[in-house]
């Protein structure tokens, strides 16, 4: 049983090392080739939608209404609003729905207030001289690329456990009309796996801000449960109403990671100010999204239950993977003292924080071993983790056997590069 | 038989005027409903597609490669780079193959622009004091409107009959650096039905240009011929790289009217250079786009002789209805001789010229009498057509009976507005 590295006599820690850079050694020499970085489902959870695939055929065409195969419907299908409506938590006038990506209307959400401004704000964020947002971090790295390929100038905020630190995020969001906007991955957070309290929920209504100051609540894991009994998440719609703000939330949901990864729906709900401003938009860009996979949806869950009924096998398919994570850190890292990982409740990531200074070291021994990361640093806004610390796992992709002997390298890994920090 | 009105005596004219008056007057007591707006496929055409619906299955996803279910893909799954690479005659690696909408294809390849500039350029064209597009103008309202919304000044352009009137483009487009961007819809031009000419095409390739100065080549119309022998049309692409300037062309085309109007699959081509400009910005905007719907088109068609049979069908479907429109025109309005009909050979309009100064008044005139049609102007740049003289008619989406029905009130309409003018 390995002790912990602190409490190590410099003799003893040299002795670990040794034996740590055998194994790793050992592990080169396996040629392996594995990768945890991506966030991608795996077949088995693709083959659960199958279904989706033939369920919409010329009879539910024709039973649908309307002719999902025709233009138009620049909102979505009335069917798919309420069913997204019931997902968000909102009401259907409420929500558009989509194409087959959330980052896509992210991003296009963020373009037009960068082009046009939104509804309550003086013009078009572009044109003001600074523009920043908020990002809690560890983060989503494509939240951050969109900032960073616009220019925008992201402001890293600490996440504790039950979401952003809110004073810090008062206090900047309050004293300068520059910070337009912050993400949030409220549910099973991107990578830290935490949920958002209620308090934190209310605060971020309530707080004072710039009147064109837009949340973007990226509820990617809105229904990615791993337990039977999920934390319930304040809905930040209904937050900022009852606090006067209902144009300040912006929330996004998609089915990328229930049906197919790149052939599902997304959907954005806000208050009908902020929809149609969206909508003003989109009818320039678009004549409207694909129907006939809008009705696919529809048809393939038939309401909120339905999916949730989907999600619990989604559920069974991935826990033992989150399981054999858990279990090789707790048997070859915890007790070093070195490393603490996340202790996700659902989503799609563990995040994993070594001794600072080590994580870029970490991820270039893993390579060596045939192991890919994601890079370090990538969980931060512009890449740069300050304490390089933090490490993304993710675990849904690889099966059962590769993530274990990729937790076998990782854990080594973590090992071999603190140690040679302590010993540096 | 209807005379010239130019021709007749006032007293005639007067004669006339009471008849067409009392026959308007009849149309307006039936009640009618009809839109000869919308250039939508009828259901009959949507049907020809239904195998679409189910034609990828689980075992066709497999026997694909890849996972089109999950993420990644950014320019398409390779069948469907090869099967637009076909369609719009350039090599897979000048191809990106999206989501349904061409629409959104081309607007987003402007905003890139604006935001981001081009390749070749100096910087975003939106930190320009001013950016000039040229319309060739009875042209699309849709690629109107893209510019309109950006603040992008409109320059309408003549049409001739093998296209925009070459002497003024060139004479434009080498004065004045400011102009960025030019439409072209070559085949079937929407409205007017014509065909730019290899010299048309050659000149575009050639005339002197700025160097970010790019040509919008919205080929909707590729494959939908109403006659065996189509015109050829020259490839743009071919013609810039032979003119030394590859970068200038920006070619799109989409299934839009092919097989589903709202769930096709839209592509864009364009020298490699562009193409991967254009990839280095949509990858902050989406991981993908819907791989499986690509795959529905790849194995619904196997490849272009399969579109281009398919086309054949919709041919037959809405031939008849183009007949119904040319057919009442020559009974009721060719006589008069103030008024000319486009003839198309394809594509999904008509261009119907009136007396100056009647378009608006005949639109005005259709409404009262139950028939609606595309707002004058609409054709026009900003929605103003300097001689209120062009009408759009879109005769696909209703049927035959409909049609008959609505060009005799449409024919009516543009005589009694002709004969009110010519009474002052």
Known sequence: MTDSYQAMSSAERAAELDRIRAEHERFRSLGLALDMTRGKPCP????????????????EVAAAGGDVRNYGGLDGIPDAKKLFADFLGVQPEEVMVGGNSSQTVMHDSILRAWLFG?????????RSERVRFLCPSPGYDRHFAICEHLGIEMTAVAMDGDG?????????????ASIKGMWCVPRYSNPTGITYSDEVVDRLANMAAAADFRIYWDNAYAVHHLTDNPQPLKNLLDACKTAGNPERALMFGSTSKVTFAGAGVAAMAASRVNIADQLSHLGIQSIGPDKVNQLRHVRFFG?????????KRHA????????????AFERQLAATGVATLSQPNGGYFFSLDCLDGTAARTVELAAEAGVKLTPAGATYPNGDDPNDRNLRLAPTLPDQAEIEQAMDVICTSVKLACLEKLAG
Do not use: Y
């Open 316 to 327: 069974e398919i991935i826990r033992p993977k989150f399981g054999a994570v858990s279990g």
């Open 164 to 176: 952003p630190r809110m004073d810090e995020v008062e206090s900047l969001v309050s004293s300068d």
């Open 118 to 126: 939104v509804p309550g704000g003086d013009g078009p964020w572009g």
């Open 44 to 59: 088995a959870q693709l083959d659960l939608s199958n279904g989706l695939l033939t369920c919409v055929g010329p009879d």
């Open 303 to 311: 309401d909120l239950a339905g999916i949730e009924a989907h999600m």
